[in-house]
């Protein structure tokens, strides 16, 4: 199936990087939103192409952490085209935006469901896996470098569950988990968000949602830019990305490895 862009449907994101005021306040009601041609198709593309390139070269770390997915964490510090994609201004403006604060790169991940994988990310906050402390409502930019149709992974949405803090780590494998730590999420109704290669959803760090299997003969390759606050604090918690840092509880995440998102 031929890669389409989102630029033949039109873009929210306006010449001064900026998108409508009602897709702000959907982001805020809801805690998630769609943001149609975040990426050109030109910059579809290339980055896809980069993506697929640092898959290929990192194959064997790949299948190591393979479960429903193959994830590959702070890829923008590994691979120069990936690095532009990560740090995209255009992304970061409209984060910044829809936040409402100044944000701070926490970290990225390249997502892979490869073909006919079959296995759902079942229903998860991301927050709670996260050593943040002191910190206002994080958020990701979820990057469609493929078209994701819902027989290919795209993502379900709890609308307003952005609020129900204070929840434990989910497991993704299991389908019942979040809805045992928190019954009443059950009874949500739920957001399909099909996107094209070059769309982008925004959602925030609380807010329940999960990624169908993907059932195609294509795989399903994003790319994820994950914002914080940026006065956020580690919490002495273990963390993939901190583990190295030598840091100690309350420092500040910023710097070179947590950079401001744009000036």
Not at 60 to 76: I, R, T, Y
Not at 147 to 170: A, K, N
Not at 233 to 249: E, I, K, Q, S
Request: hydrophobic share 35%.
């Amino acid at each position: 199936m031929a890669t389409t862009t989102s630029e033949q449907y039109g873009s929210d994101v306006g010449a001064d990087g900026r998108v409508p005021e009602e897709l702000v306040a959907a982001y805020r009601e809801h805690g998630f939103v769609r943001v149609r041609g975040v990426l050109d198709p030109g910059e579809v593309e290339r980055f896809r192409a980069g993506a697929e390139a640092f898959l290929e070269a990192h194959r064997a770390e790949s299948l190591e952490k393979q479960g429903v997915f193959s994830q590959l964490v702070n890829v923008w510090q590994r691979d120069r085209t990936l690095r532009e994609l990560t740090l995209h201004p255009r992304l970061a403006r409209v984060a910044e935006q829809l936040a409402g604060f100044p944000l701070r790169l926490w970290h990225d991940q390249m997502l892979v469901k490869e073909p006919h994988n079959n296995a759902a990310t079942e229903f998860h906050q991301d927050r709670p896996y996260w050593p943040h402390t002191g910190d206002r409502l994080p958020l990701s930019a979820w990057i469609a470098l493929v078209d994701v149709p819902p027989e290919r992974g795209c993502m379900t949405f709890l609308p307003g569950t952005q609020d129900r803090t204070g929840l434990r780590p989910q497991d993704l494998h299991h389908e019942e988990d979040l809805f045992e730590t928190d019954p009443s999420l059950r009874w949500i109704p739920r957001v399909t968000l099909p996107l094209r290669a070059g769309d982008c959803t925004f959602h925030s760090g609380y807010t329940g949602h999960m990624a169908l299997p993907n059932r195609t003969d294509q795989a399903r390759l994003a790319h994820v830019t994950i914002y914080m606050d940026e006065e956020t604090r580690y919490d002495g918690n273990g963390h993939v990305v901190t583990d190295p840092l030598g840091l100690a509880a309350g420092d500040r995440l910023d710097g070179d490895t947590f950079p401001r998102t744009w000036a």
